[in-house]
Structure formats: structure tokens, C-alpha cells
């Protein structure tokens, strides 16, 4: 069961936060192909600006109901600066997964903090969603600070839970936000 998600805007202070398009990909082929991103956050099939492109737009088709990916643009430059998705969203059990991801040009500014609270808060409100989770490696410091600035509370490690952009198997931080909880 999906969710009739029909594309949106938000704004999140000085950010906008749109359905990512073909005009994104160079910015987005450049924040996917940096190291940290590569690391943590890998998409693989992202390697020239043609994949970027086609990378954008599918994430841009929100018509299968199980995703809502925005893209994250400073509003006084233009420039895209991160990308956040509520993902494998289930209209039955009213759930979702959190993932984000900002480019190197924009860390240490509160981007991610100010998306996944904007994201997240619009799950609850305008999808009904219950429970919002989001894994990241242990290793994966700046992550974690973004889940708990946000509200998001540990609920545990799970043990060698999946393989990150350098093939090795690390043990990943769940969190999670319930509809009823602060932030």
C-alpha cells in the first residue's frame, strides 16, 4: 500500500526544499562523488553528469507513493547544498525511512538539521506518518548529531547491519521519532 504523494515545497529558514530535477545534476554529481558522501551515503550509479541527470529526475517522480525526496537549495545563492528523502514510506503501518546527505560546500551549517526537522515534521502532519527511523554506520559522528539535534532518539546499534561506500560491513546507530514525541 502507497501513499498518493503529490510533489511539494517547503522552506526551512534560508532553504528551500523542492522535487529534485535535471537542473541539479551537476551540483548533485559533485556532492555524490565526494569522499565523505561516497563513504557514508554512496550512490553508485552516479558517476557523469548524464547519470546525475537521470539520478535527479527519478528521484523527482514521486508517483509511487513510497518516497518523497527533496532537494535542498540555499535560497540567496540558488545552489543546491543536500538532498533529504523520506523513503520506503508504508501507508499501512504509517511509517518511513530518513536518509540525507549535504554537500561538502555546505557542512557545519545546520543543512541537514534544518531539512530532516522540515522533512520530518511534514511526514507527520501532512502524510499522518507514526514512526520516522534512520540508520548511519557508528563511525558516522556528523550523523548522529543531525538525529539527535532532530529529535530522533537512539534506540539501539545494530551489529554489522550493512556494507558502506568502501565495502566494509559496519555496525549501524537506529533512531527514531514517534508522531507524539518532542523535539
Not at 511526514?123 to 532532530?150: D, I, P, Y
Amino acid at each position: 500500500m502507497t501513499f498518493p504523494i503529490g510533489p511539494v515545497e517547503l522552506t526551512a529558514g534560508e532553504l528551500l526544499l523542492r522535487p529534485p530535477d535535471e537542473r541539479d545534476a551537476v551540483e548533485a554529481l559533485a556532492m555524490v562523488r565526494d569522499p565523505d558522501s561516497m563513504l557514508w551515503n554512496p550512490a553508485a550509479s552516479v558517476v557523469d553528469v548524464a547519470s546525475a541527470r537521470d539520478w535527479c529526475k527519478s528521484l523527482g517522480d514521486w508517483s509511487p507513493g513510497d518516497h518523497a525526496t527533496f532537494s535542498v537549495v540555499d535560497v540567496g545563492s540558488g545552489r543546491l547544498v543536500g538532498n533529504v528523502s523520506l523513503h520506503k514510506i508504508d501507508a499501512e503501518q504509517l511509517t518511513a525511512e530518513m536518509g540525507y546527505r549535504v554537500g561538502a560546500w555546505a557542512r557545519g551549517r545546520g543543512v541537514a538539521t534544518a531539512a530532516v526537522r522540515a522533512v520530518t515534521e511534514w511526514g507527520f502532519e501532512e502524510l499522518g506518518l507514526q514512526r520516522v527511523q534512520l540508520f548511519h554506520a557508528v563511525g558516522n559522528v556528523a550523523s548522529c548529531r543531525v538525529a539527535v539535534k532532530c529529535g530522533y532518539r537512539d534506540e539501539g546499534t545494530l551489529r554489522s547491519a550493512s556494507v558502506y561506500g568502501d565495502g566494509v560491513r559496519y555496525d549501524e546507530h537506529l533512531h527514531a521519532r514517534l508522531a507524539g514525541d518532542g523535539v
